[in-house]
């Protein structure tokens, strides 16, 4: 029996928590799964469990060890599961990102386009066109692993550091996306610019993004970029529209 096919595993992690793994090995299966499992565990509101977070393939369940113990929430999870093959898999809301591919916001697209055995323009339109899903949200607040790219796109991280790509800069490896949420180095390549703030501290929705959204970015000109970037209302310019 294939992976994404067996029974979830359910594994003690610290003292205070629940990991339900999906798979070992990343699929679009097996992160739809645990997307749909961590709203159904928040739907569910689960007596002592204090946080729910899902990662690439797995869902944390955290509980209050004074409120509840690990059997207890181990069993509830399994019993939860028992649905799951019912759980609407399907992302809950759409989402448009402007991204402006010019030479000055795309230091690096020729070269992951080169990887991925496209010409630049080849690469902007084959990303343009993708409906992504938002795999995980780590690594900083409220960035986005988005995935999958066709089997071309797993190209590989760069042997050394960007010292410095900026927050918005649209990044490439391992048939994945990521919109970083601040000024970071990183071995991805920058194929790209959003004006969009994955994380907005001072929101009443810090994360605009969730877990198992879909995203869909459009290419605009350097100009247009220029002009999202100072109207801070707009967020960028990106919009969604909601699915279910």
């Known amino acids: 029996m294939g992976d994404d096919q067996a029974q979830p595993a359910l594994c003690p992690l610290g003292i205070d928590g629940v990991l339900v793994r999906f798979s070992r090995a990343l699929t679009s299966q097996s992160n739809a799964q645990a997307s749909a499992f961590c709203e159904q565990i ?135 996306l990521i919109v970083f949420a601040a000024d970071t180095p990183t071995g991805w390549r920058q194929i790209g610019q959003s004006a969009f703030s994955v994380w907005q501290p001072d929101s009443d929705v810090p994360f605009p993004l969730d877990a198992g959204d879909a995203v869909q970015f459009c290419a605009v000109s350097d100009d247009t970029l220029r002009d999202l970037q100072v109207n801070s209302d707009s967020n960028g310019g990106a919009r969604f529209e909601v699915l279910r």
């Not at 977070?53 to 599961?81: C, H, N, Y």
């Open 42 to 176: 928040r739907a569910a509101d689960v007596l002592g469990v204090t946080e729910v977070a899902s990662s690439l393939t797995s869902v944390r369940v955290g509980f209050d060890p004074e409120v509840t113990d690990r059997q207890a929430i181990s069993d509830k999870l399994r019993e939860m599961l028992q649905n799951q093959q019912s759980a609407d898999t399907s992302p809950r809301r759409l989402w448009h990102i402007p991204v402006a591919f010019g030479p000055g916001h795309a230091p690096q697209l020729q070269e992951a386009a080169a990887l991925a055995g496209l010409t630049p323009d080849q690469a902007i339109a084959e990303i343009t066109a993708q409906v992504l899903r938002v795999l995980a949200i780590g690594f900083a607040p409220g960035q986005p692993y988005l995935g999958m790219l066709p089997p071309h796109w797993d190209i590989p991280r760069q042997s050394d550091l960007t010292p410095k790509v900026p927050r918005g800069a649209l990044v490439a490896a391992v048939r994945q």
